[in-house]
């Protein structure tokens, strides 16, 4: 669990991707959300498709900002080979992480087999970068979260991941399930689709577990941490 106490705002930076997805988002906008990310010392920044890898490993060159490319997005729902033809593409453009989209609906028909050689297509095919699966928690059932993150760990990615952000985020209760699911494994859990108030939320997925959070309000989360402070949400900042 995250020692809030030893993060100064920088430091908590390295906890949070952050994204610009909308459909209609130009390069000038995928630029200066690179710069954003910089700024805030984020993780990585991710985007909507490898289209826009290119200009993402430009502007973020240099820097230990992660390129994000997503896969499959949002629906999950093409086949394995395209899948991994995508995710092969975008690294070698550049991508240095991914986030690819499960297909809910063939975990709901229970095509576990199906699911898990995916994933681990998936892995293969992404190489040296690391790599994230978005379950969607909000089609879930808890039973079906729970074997999805399962399945994510079974296939040795990198990290499970609640959401795409394009549809309901996760309950408290269902961050719960990811992270005791996961505990024992070498997946952690990331949570995208916060909800509103985003920054009470945020912080509070990070308390039960989550250790990425992903949103396009990063900025507002994190200029927030001396108000969570002030609350006694979040400890205060202890020096060594």
């Known amino acids: 669990m995250i020692d809030?106490?030893?993060?100064?705002?920088?430091?908590?930076?390295?906890?949070?991707?952050?994204?610009?997805?909308?459909?209609?988002?130009t390069e000038e906008e995928i630029?200066?959300?690179c710069r954003t990310a910089i700024e805030?010392?984020?993780q990585a920044f991710c985007f909507s498709s490898s289209y826009w890898t290119p200009v993402?490993?430009?502007?973020?060159?240099?820097?230990?900002?992660?390129?994000?490319?997503?896969?499959?997005?949002?629906?999950g729902q093409q086949s394995s080979a395209v899948k991994a033809f995508e995710t092969e593409e975008a690294v070698?453009?550049?991508?240095?992480?991914?986030?690819?989209?499960m297909n809910v609906g063939a975990l709901k028909d229970?095509?576990?087999?199906?699911?898990?050689?995916?994933?681990?297509?998936?892995?293969?095919?992404?190489?040296?970068a690391i790599t994230k699966m978005i379950i969607e928690t909000a089609f879930l059932t808890d039973e079906e979260i729970a074997t999805a993150c399962k399945l994510v760990a079974e296939a040795g990615i990198d990290w499970a991941k609640s959401s795409s952000g394009q549809y309901q985020g996760p309950t408290l209760e269902q961050v719960l399930i990811m992270v005791d699911t996961l505990k024992d494994t070498d997946t952690k859990?990331?949570?995208?689709?916060?909800?509103f108030p985003r920054p009470q939320n945020a912080y509070t997925f990070l308390m039960a577990g989550a250790e990425l959070i992903g949103s396009r309000a990063v900025p507002e989360i994190i200029d927030s941490l001396d108000t969570m402070r002030k609350i006694g949400m979040i400890p205060e900042y202890k020096a060594d």
């Open 110 to 128: 229970k095509k576990y087999d199906e699911i898990l050689q995916e994933f681990k297509e998936y892995k293969e095919a992404a190489g040296p």
């Open 189 to 195: 859990v990331k949570v995208s689709g916060v909800k």
């Open 40 to 42: 805030y010392n984020c």
């Open 92 to 101: 070698r453009m550049g991508a240095t992480v991914l986030d690819n989209c």
């Open 31 to 33: 630029r200066q959300g």
């Open 4 to 25: 809030f106490s030893k993060l100064t705002k920088k430091d908590l930076g390295k906890y949070f991707d952050y994204s610009v997805l909308p459909k209609d988002t």
């Open 56 to 75: 993402v490993a430009e502007e973020l060159k240099g820097t230990d900002v992660l390129v994000g490319a997503a896969i499959g997005f949002p629906f």
